[in-house]
């Protein structure tokens, strides 16, 4: 079936890096734009970034950009989120979603999510 | 950036009820307005896409419409499973924008 599995989460210090990968099965993974999504604790959606279908094309939230880089290798069907100098607010269910259109073919949402990873950033 | 918000924050309601929810955008999205589920630790899921398009497999008591800056969201009998938080997104422009939320609890 259609699944997205992230991992690589965990308890990191301020300051350090981290690397999140997403795993997905069950469609053509790269005929779909991705997204990363996050959820701080008890806290509502904050989209992070964006990348295109064939990788050509990101878009960061202002929240995290120059600190974050998303890449994929469709070879492997993975999606990466690498981040950099964490802060505190970071801290946060991390979801990789499918682009709810092929090859960005419309502003459509966000039709398939992962279970999420945690990270939390503390010393 | 586009700021959205949702009114009203929470909904105390019961099965059966009618249940409308409001989302407004700071500047004009057209129809691109998506509404998603979300219950506690699960992840979210896709119920309307612009504006009033219904996703696969989302039962038709859910239905949405607006357009411009304002939105709703209307669950027309609600359901013991429809308890939960409800957000939208406008995917009119980067970078992508949720509201903060509206749950709906007994």
């Known amino acids: 079936q259609v699944q997205l599995v992230e991992s690589g989460g965990g308890v990191v210090q301020p300051g350090r890096s981290l690397r999140l990968s997403c795993v997905a099965s069950?469609?053509?993974?790269?005929?779909?734009?991705m997204h990363w999504v996050r959820q701080a604790p008890g806290k509502g959606l904050e989209w992070v970034a964006v990348?295109?279908?064939?990788?050509?094309?990101?878009i960061y939230a202002e929240s995290v950009k120059g600190r974050i880089t998303v890449s994929r290798d469709n070879s492997k069907n993975t999606l990466y989120v690498q981040m950099n100098r964490l802060r505190p607010e970071d801290t946060a269910v991390y979801y990789c979603?499918?682009?709810?259109?092929?090859?960005?073919?419309?502003?459509?949402?966000?039709?398939?999510w992962g279970q999420g990873t945690t990270v939390i950033v503390s010393s | 950036d586009i700021q959205m918000t949702q009114s009203p924050s929470s909904v105390s309601a019961s099965v059966g009820d009618r249940v409308t929810i409001t989302c407004r955008a700071s500047?004009?999205?057209?129809?691109?307005l998506t509404w998603y589920q979300q219950k506690p630790g699960k992840a979210p899921k896709l119920l309307i896409y612009?504006?009033?398009n219904l996703q696969n497999g989302v039962p038709s008591r859910f239905s949405g419409s607006g357009s411009g800056t304002e939105f709703t969201l209307t669950i027309s009998s609600l359901q013991p499973e429809d308890f939960a938080t409800y957000y939208c997104?406008?995917?009119?422009?980067?970078?992508?924008?949720f509201g903060p939320g509206t749950k709906v609890d007994i």
């Open positions: 979603a499918r682009d709810n259109a092929e090859y960005g073919s419309g502003p459509y949402g966000m039709d398939v």
């Open positions: 069950g469609f053509t993974f790269r005929s779909f734009g």
């Open positions: 990348i295109s279908y064939d990788g050509s094309h990101e």
């Open positions: 500047q004009g999205i057209s129809s691109w």
């Open positions: 612009a504006a009033s």
């Open positions: 997104q406008q995917a009119d422009t980067f970078p992508f924008t």
